[in-house]
């Protein structure tokens, strides 16, 4: 334990930012016996719990009702739905609330000081909390300050909404215009959509999902398209104007069209402005996040970095994983690096997406490699007029060897990925998955169940 000066109030570890990296961090270290503040300025859980993953997946239950609706028919089911959106809202912040408490008592129960209010550092081992004047002294320093929505810098853009502002509108509007092509935008866009909105994605690429396996990106395209979405590529939003209840927006052909609301969904930077970070000698990348080696150590070593901050992947488990490897390190005298190389991710739009590892174009060039593939009706649908096709897709070593990508696009997408990780973090091969007896009847048996390629790459020619 460090000594107390007069002026100074002494922790092991000071955590700025209760999100999912900080929250999880602060509460290990605190278990393992440390002194430990947990310094926030806003609501306790993050962008994952108060504005992100959690509330975002209770609007995309909500949407999903309609596609449940379009096929009832088929199973003999007359529905007449109506949809209240403030309920919606209601019981979600109700849910919010809930979870917000319990991140609370995830770090008093242990310990762990709660402090809201802003910290600045003003070295590299001293804080000075904004609004109670406050001074830390801390061994460690943990910076999990997460990100921000990025809003591009054109006339009127204080016209448009972010995905925060997204979770508390009073109103659905009528219509709605999203600029991205990435995770929130085709998330947002099949919410919308989903609720009744006549909704348009605008991006200045050619397909949503860039970096992501191109037969998902086809696939989900046309999945939004189907859901009666407007696609707008290779364009982007110059403007924004009010006229009346509408926002007009201007777009790069020179086109403008009037919608009711406008959102921007045009990626996340880091919270990184405003904590006095120069003071602590604090190095960044080239991207604006903090650079960070394997252990989240920065280029000062008695503070570390983990989470969207530090821009290795802006995904809450990986945050979670190293807020945890954090503690381990410097609190259980257990150094514990997180492996970045093998992340599954999921998309929840309509159609799901879901991936881990390679795509069918990276993997071409990792060597001589065979294709499974396989696209189908799933059987929700089989007895209704939809013909949308799900696929799995698998990639392997040629000859039946390690898998090295699979790609889901359909129901259950999310929940097949993370089960495939498994035996992928394990290195599986092509024959471990076709030991494992089918499960009939489900669309992951298609992964069990795959007898020849669709095709193969031999030196990165496909035949
Ligand atoms: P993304 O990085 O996924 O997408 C940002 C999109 O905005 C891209 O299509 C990008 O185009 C476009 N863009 C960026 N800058 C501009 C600009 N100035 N003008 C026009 N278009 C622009 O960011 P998101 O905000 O969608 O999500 C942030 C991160 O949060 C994700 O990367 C993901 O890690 C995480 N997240 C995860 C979710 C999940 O796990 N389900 C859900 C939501 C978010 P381009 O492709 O050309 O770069």
Redesign the pocket.
């Known amino acids: 334990m460090r000594r107390e000066t007069s002026l100074a109030e002494v922790f092991d570890l000071v955590v700025i930012g209760a999100g999912s990296g900080g929250v999880r961090a602060g509460r290990l270290a605190a278990t393992y016996g440390a002194r430990v503040a947990v310094v926030e300025e806003y609501r306790v859980g993050g962008t994952c719990v108060i504005r ?2 959690v509330p ?1 997946k209770f609007f995309v239950y909500a949407s999903r009702f309609t596609d449940m609706f379009e096929v009832a028919g088929g199973f003999g089911w007359t529905v007449n739905a109506s949809f209240d959106w403030p309920t919606l809202v209601a019981n979600k912040d109700k849910e919010i609330a809930r979870l917000e408490a319990a991140y609370v008592a995830a770090l008093e129960t242990p310990g762990a000081e709660l402090i809201r209010d802003r910290a600045i550092l003003t070295g590299p081992s001293s804080i000075q909390l904004v609004k109670s004047g406050r001074v830390l002294e801390a061994g460690t320093i943990l910076i999990a300050t997460g990100g921000h ?2 809003i ?1 810098d054109i006339p009127g853009n204080e016209l448009g909404i972010t995905s925060n502002e997204a979770f508390h509108l009073a109103t659905l509007p009528r219509s709605i215009l999203i ?7 085709v ?1 947002f866009a099949t919410i919308f959509a989903g609720l009744g909105v006549d909704t348009t994605i605008v ?3 050619d397909c949503v999902l ?1 970096g992501f396996d191109e037969d998902l990106r086809q696939g989900l395209s046309a999945g939004l398209q189907a859901r009666g979405i407007r696609l707008i590529y290779e364009t ?1 939003v110059r403007a924004l104007r009010k006229s009346g209840d509408n926002i007009v927006v201007s777009f790069s052909d020179e086109v403008e069209a009037p919608f009711g609301a406008v959102m921007f ?4 930077r880091a919270n990184v402005s405003g904590y006095g970070l120069e003071a602590a000698g604090i190095e960044m990348t080239p991207g604006r996040h903090i650079a960070v080696d394997e252990y989240s150590r920065t280029s000062n070593p008695s503070i570390y970095a983990v989470g969207d901050v530090t821009g290795r ?3 809450t488990p990986v945050a979670i994983r190293e807020g945890a490897a954090f503690a381990e390190t410097v609190f259980n005298n257990n150094p514990t690096a997180v492996d970045h190389s093998l992340i599954g ?4 739009a309509e159609p799901e997406v879901a991936t881990i590892g390679l795509t069918e174009a990276e993997a071409a060039t990792h060597g001589d490699i065979d294709v499974y593939l396989v696209r189908f009706r799933p059987m929700i649908n089989t007895l209704s007029t939809r013909t949308e096709r799900m696929m799995l897709k698998l990639i392997t070593l040629a000859g039946g060897g390690r898998v090295l990508g699979c790609h889901i696009l359909g129901p259950g997408a999310a929940e097949m990925i993370q089960l495939v990780a498994i035996p992928m973090g394990m290195g599986a091969a092509k024959a471990d998955f076709d030991r494992a007896m089918a499960m009939h009847p489900t669309a992951g048996e298609e992964l069990v169940t795959f007898r020849a390629p669709a095709y193969r790459y031999r030196g990165g020619v496909r035949s």
């Open positions: 992100g993953c975002k929505p990025h591009p600029e991205g092509g990435g995770y929130v935008a998330e991006y200045r690429g860039r982007n969904a045009t990626g996340r992947s802006q995904l991710t999921a998309v929840f």
